[in-house]
C-alpha cells in the first residue's frame, strides 16, 4: 500500500530494554482481552471452545505478570506508552472481535496468527537486550508461545475430548445449512426453475438466440435481486438463529442468479438449436444437482426428490415450450 503521509512508526532495533518490556505488557494485554472477547462471543454456540479461549487469555494474564514483575523491579512504576502500531514489522490483525458476526474458523486462525508473531517477536526481544535477566524471560515467553499451540491442544483435549469436537463440527454444520444451504438451495429452485418456461417461451417464440439470451438474462438478475431482497427481509436471524440476513439474502440472491443463468448463457451460441440442445442438457443437470443437494444437506430421500423437482421442473419447461410455439 502507497502512504502519502510520512511512516512515524519506530523501527523494532531504535527499542530501548525498557520500551521492548512496555511493548510486550502492552501486546500480551491487549491479546488476553481478544481472546476473552472471543471467549464471550462464541460461548453460546461453542462453550468448549470458549472454554480454550479463556484458557489462554489466563495464560497471556500471566505472561502480562511476569513481564511486569520485572519491569517494576528495574525501571519502576511507570510504562511507556508504546504500542504495536507504533512499531514498525508487526503484522496488522483486522478486528475480527469488532465485527457483528464471528466464526470459529476465523478467531483459530486469528489465534494461530497471533502466537505466530508473539514467538517471534519475543526471539528477536531476546537479541536486542543485554540484561541477563530481562532476556532470560524474553526467551522464555518465547518457548511459551510456540509451545502454546501445543499447551491449546491439550487445553482442547481436556475441555472437549472427542465427543466434544464431534458436537461442534455438528453445530457449525447445522449453521452452515441454516445461513447459507438452505437460502441458496430455495434461490437455486426458484432461479432454475421459474426461469424456464420464459426463457424456453421466448426461444421458440422468437427463434432468435441473441434475444433469448437478453430475456434469460433479465430474467436470472431479476429474480436474483427479489429473491435475495426477500430472503434478507424474512427475519434478522436473532430469534431463528438462521444466521446474518446480508449473507443469507446474498446466498438465495447469487444462487438464484445463477439457477437462471445456467440454461440462458447456452443462447450465446449462434445456432438456435444447438444452443437449444445445450440448454435443454444444463437444465436437466441443474435438476439433479438441487435434488443431489437437498438429499446431501436437507436428509430428503433422493427419490422424493427428484420426483419434487425434476418432475415440476419438467412441468415448467413443457409449459415455456407450449407457450411460445403459439
Known amino acids: 500500500m502507497f502512504r502519502f503521509w510520512p511512516d512515524n512508526r519506530r523501527d523494532f532495533s531504535t527499542l530501548s530494554e525498557r520500551e521492548i518490556l512496555s511493548l510486550a505488557i502492552a501486546a500480551e494485554e491487549e491479546d488476553g482481552r481478544i481472546y476473552s472477547e472471543y471467549a464471550t462471543r462464541l460461548g453460546e454456540l461453542y462453550p468448549g471452545s470458549a472454554a480454550l479461549f479463556e484458557g489462554m487469555a ?46 470459529l474458523d476465523q478467531a483459530r486462525q486469528q ?42 491442544d491439550q487445553i482442547d483435549a481436556e475441555v472437549l475430548g472427542p465427543e466434544g469436537r464431534e458436537e461442534e463440527a455438528a453445530q457449525s454444520h447445522r449453521q452452515f445449512v441454516l445461513t447459507y444451504v438452505q437460502p441458496g438451495l430455495a434461490g437455486l429452485m426458484d432461479g432454475s426453475v421459474s426461469t424456464l418456461a420464459p426463457v424456453f417461451a421466448a426461444a421458440f417464440a422468437t427463434g432468435d438466440t441473441h434475444q433469448t439470451f437478453l430475456v434469460g438474462l433479465a430474467a436470472a438478475v431479476g429474480a436474483g435481486i427479489s429473491m435475495g431482497f426477500t430472503e434478507a427481509a424474512s427475519d434478522d436471524g436473532k430469534l431463528t438463529g438462521r444466521g446474518s440476513p446480508l449473507k443469507r439474502g446474498l446466498a438465495a440472491g447469487i444462487m438464484t442468479a445463477i439457477g437462471g443463468l445456467g ?20 437444465v436437466v443437470i441443474e435438476l439433479w444437482a438441487i435434488a443431489w443437494i437437498q438429499k446431501r444437506y436437507m436428509q430428503t430421500p433422493f427419490w422424493r426428490a427428484v420426483l419434487q423437482v425434476v418432475l415440476g421442473g419438467g412441468l415448467v419447461f413443457a409449459a415455456g415450450i407450449l407457450i411460445g410455439s403459439f
Not at 505472561?63 to 510504562?79: E, I, M, S, T
Open 58 to 103: 489466563a495464560e497471556e494474564d500471566e505472561h502480562r505478570r511476569r513481564l511486569l514483575d520485572l519491569y517494576v523491579a528495574r525501571f519502576g512504576q511507570r510504562l511507556v506508552p508504546i504500542r504495536r502500531e507504533h512499531v514498525r514489522g508487526f503484522l496488522e490483525h483486522k478486528p475480527l472481535w469488532l465485527q457483528k458476526s464471528l466464526t
Open 111 to 152: 489465534v494461530w496468527e497471533m502466537e505466530e508473531g508473539a514467538y517471534r517477536f519475543y526471539l528477536a526481544a531476546a537479541d536486542q537486550v543485554s540484561d541477563a535477566g530481562i532476556r532470560k524471560l524474553l526467551g522464555d515467553l518465547a518457548a511459551a508461545e510456540k509451545g502454546h499451540a501445543r499447551r491449546a
Open 263 to 282: 440454461h440462458a448463457l447456452p443462447y450465446l451460441i449462434p445456432d438456435f438449436w444447438l444452443a437449444t440442445s445445450v440448454a435443454a442438457i444444463v
